[in-house]
Every structure is written in C-alpha cells, then in structure tokens.
C-alpha cells in the first residue's frame, strides 16, 4: 500500500470518535456541579447510644435556625431525647420525644429559612416542622439521601424545610441508626424498637465573637479587623419553655 494512502487512514482514523467518547465540545458542555458551601458556624458533637454525630452550622445562611439550635443545646435540652422516627431511604428525626414517646415542652417557633440557598442533599442537618411552614422548634432531621422534594419552590407548599448544617463526620452512624428495625408506637410510625437516645449535644468549636475595635488616644478607631465572623455567638438565654406541646413530626 503505497505511504499516501496509510498517512490518509491514519489521519482519518484519529478523527474518528471512539463509541462512547465525548468529544471535547461535549465535554464542555457538560455542567459542573457546585459545590457545597463550608459551614461556617459552631460544630457539634451529637452523642448517640449508636455513636456519634459532628455537624457544622451554616451561620450565615440561616442565622435564625442556627441561634434557635445552639439556644436548646447550651440548655441541655436535647439529653434523653431520641430519633423517634427514621425512615430508610429518607431521613432520621429526633430532638423532641424522649424514649417513652413524650414531648418535651419547647420555645416559640422560628420562621422559616429554606429559601437560602441549601439543599436537602444527604447528610444535611434541617428543621422538623408541621405544615405551618414557621412552626420549627427543637425537632430536626437528616437527609440520607437527596430529598429535593424537602426543597423551597419544590416541596408541597413552596416552603421547603430549612437546612441549617452539615454532616463532617458519623454518617456511618446516621446510616446504621436509620436501618434499625422499627414499629408504631403511640401515634407514631417509625420509631425503633431499641430507642436510639440523644445522650448528649456539646459544642466542639464556636467562631469567635466579633470584638469591638480599640479606641486610639485621640478617640478614633483603630483599624478594623480583616474579615468580620458571620455571627456571633448567641447573646440571650434560651427562650422560656411553652406550655404547648412539642409540634408533631413534619408531613409530606
């Protein structure tokens, strides 16, 4: 075959795509997927009779939902309450009921923040509510799996339910919690038959608090820090308990 002719083959063979290819327009036409943002708030240790938990806050994202969390744990509040309802394949929900069904009394209810940008992706941290989309109080879940159907815009009522934090570390943990065997109890579906306690909730880490500038001899501000915190830690105690009782779990 004559050298002409094997050059044009092979020429023609390298503009040749491979089945299954993509050619590099195809490939820039692909989307790259963002990713997710950094908490920027407190980290926590969710301590578990199945193990422990870490989550880090979105602060800035959802200022109100993460001041009302931080509130019910410097109170110790979620000690002896257990995931009464998990389900495979959707999520895990505790911080409520203790192990014998019973609501604890809780505060007034924050407003609703899932328009902010988070996604109920797995292994997210977001608040429990009933159809009143600004009913959250103590109750929480988390995702384990994406659940866009729990989105703003998406959900049932538009409202979506607001994700407030992150899984670091222990899906290990949320994945076994969710896989234990449950039943009905009480008005409840879901619920383990070997309560899943919530021994303790504890701060590991907490951004500094912003600190005022230092005043110069002739009365001027010093310079400004850098970069300002998102938030501060919260100023006010935990708001007094209710004497309503604890909203039930959030519907679909």
């Keep these: ?6 050059a044009i083959l092979l020429i023609l063979a390298a503009q040749t ?3 299954g290819a993509a050619t590099s327009s195809q490939t820039a036409q692909v989307p790259v997927p963002e990713a997710k943002p950094t908490p920027d708030g407190a980290v926590l240790a ?18 109100r939902s993460t001041r009302n969390f931080l509130n019910y744990v410097k109170s110790g509040f979620y000690a002896g309450t257990v ?23 809780v505060g007034p209810p924050v407003r609703n923040e899932a328009r902010n940008g988070l996604i109920n992706t797995r292994g997210s941290l977001a608040m429990a509510r009933t159809d009143d989309p600004h ?10 799996k994406d659940n ?9 009522d538009g409202w979506g339910y607001t994700v407030f934090g992150e899984v ?12 234990v065997p449950t039943t009905r109890m009480v008005t409840y579906d879901n619920v383990p038959i070997t309560p899943v306690v919530i021994t303790k909730v504890r701060i590991v880490s907490q951004p500094a608090p912003l600190t005022p500038p230092a005043v110069t001899k002739a009365g001027a501000p010093a310079k400004r820090p850098a ?10 105690a935990p708001a007094k308990p209710k004497t309503t009782p604890t909203p039930a779990p959030f519907f679909f």
Aim: charged letters at 20%; aromatic letters at 6%.
């Design 17 to 19: 795509p491979v089945p």
């Design 83 to 105: 995931f009464h309802r998990v389900i495979p394949g959707f999520m895990i929900q505790g911080g409520g009921l203790d192990a014998r069904m019973a609501e604890k009394k």
């Design 227 to 236: 970069t300002r915190p998102a938030t501060s830690a919260p100023k006010t």
């Design 1 to 6: 075959m004559p050298s002409s002719t094997i």
């Design 168 to 179: 670091l570390s222990g899906m290990d943990v949320v994945d076994r919690i969710v896989g």
């Design 135 to 144: 009913s959250a109080t103590a109750q929480f879940f988390i995702n384990v």
């Design 46 to 63: 969710i301590e578990t009779t199945m193990g422990t938990i870490e989550v880090g806050l979105y602060a800035a994202k959802a200022p």
């Design 148 to 156: 866009p159907a729990l989105d703003f815009g998406i959900s049932r």
